[in-house]
């Protein structure tokens, strides 16, 4: 048996698993739940995040316009599941000269120290991690860019470890990243980040190929009594382009880039027409879990074909319990 450590969210979207499933994770009958077009401008809004707030859900959405501009908007739910996106973008105070960028994308929310602090990717002379905060969805403030070019998928952890703030990422390059590994990262402040940490790569070869041509974290880490509990996106490289699918591992809770268990098979991966048709195919991308430690339910929103938003659900004993079984480094 594994526990959630955190709050309770008797309120958590939910969905009892159908009769006869299997998977450890399973769909959202309703998907896909948000679609392409709910704000008037929007080509696609996909790769997101949500967070509990105020007895309801408010969230950080990546919006590629019509323009296929892409930018961050504000949204807030009373139940998780029907969403309100502001059409406009998110503008942040201050920042400086890292206020200047040429896109944001793939945006994570992590409440910290009575905050909601806000990663994603921020073209700035290339992709990096940038890092803000709001205390009401809706004022904005930008701090400084957390690495130099180029990164992405930067995901911080809910706590402080050992006394610091941490951070995940993966490093990359100015394109579409034909490789990647999963990188630890501290801090004193939020703004100096130093004792960079290998946690986990790319596995070669055929004992776990859905995963063998790059990684890279998801939601913010959850923490349980065994462990961080991550999911994270792999991907391989096939004759029909990349295929994106979700991942789960268990990290140590002190030193997290150690890694207790990794599943040989994928949680999640895209198999519905909504996963595979899009602007990009065959690609399910986690960004977000909502996590109810009364029950030990999970809800993952997830972003489907570059396209659309998912949600899928398990619970912390189901899902600790497969990678376990499954664990690839035994």
């Not at 040429?102 to 990717?121: A, K, N």
């Not at 130099?148 to 941490?166: D, E, T």
């Amino acid at each position: 048996m594994s526990k959630l450590i955190g709050a309770a969210l008797p309120n958590i979207p939910w969905q009892d698993c159908p009769p006869g499933c299997r998977e450890p994770v399973w769909r959202y009958s309703g998907n896909p739940i948000i679609q392409r077009d709910a704000i008037p401008t929007s080509n696609s809004i996909f790769n997101s995040a949500v967070a509990p707030f105020r007895g309801g859900f408010a969230g950080i959405f990546r919006c590629d316009s019509r323009a296929v501009e892409m930018n961050i908007h504000a949204g807030f739910s009373e139940d998780g599941l029907r969403w309100r996106i502001s059409p406009q973008a998110i503008r942040f105070q201050g920042g400086g000269e890292a206020a200047r960028y040429e896109y944001r994308y793939d945006p994570r929310v992590c409440r910290l120290e009575g905050r909601y602090y806000i990663t994603w990717c921020n073209g700035y002379h290339g992709p990096t991690i940038g890092l803000g905060y709001t205390e009401d969805f809706q004022a904005f403030h930008q701090l400084e860019n957390t690495f130099l070019p180029y990164n992405r998928n930067g995901v911080l952890f809910p706590r402080k470890i050992g006394g610091r703030y941490a951070m995940l990422s993966r490093p990359s390059d100015g394109g579409h990243t034909p490789f990647g590994d999963i990188f630890y990262s501290e801090s004193p402040d939020l703004t100096y980040w130093g004792r960079h940490r290998f946690v986990m790569g790319t596995v070669p070869g055929n004992a776990s190929a859905w995963q063998s041509l790059k990684v890279g974290p998801g939601p913010v880490p959850i923490e349980t009594d065994l462990g961080w509990l991550l999911l994270y996106h792999g991907v391989i490289n096939t004759c029909n382009g990349f295929v994106y699918r979700v991942g789960g591992a268990l990290l140590d809770r002190d030193e997290p880039w150690k890694v207790l268990a990794r599943s040989r098979f994928y949680l999640l991966g895209p198999q519905e027409p909504y996963e595979c048709v899009g602007d990009v195919p065959n690609v399910t991308f986690p960004c977000a879990a909502l996590t109810d430690a009364g029950t030990g339910r999970i809800a993952i929103y997830y972003g489907c074909a570059d396209t659309v938003t998912g949600l899928a659900f398990t619970t912390v004993d189901r899902l600790v319990n497969y990678i376990q079984e499954n664990n690839l480094l035994f």
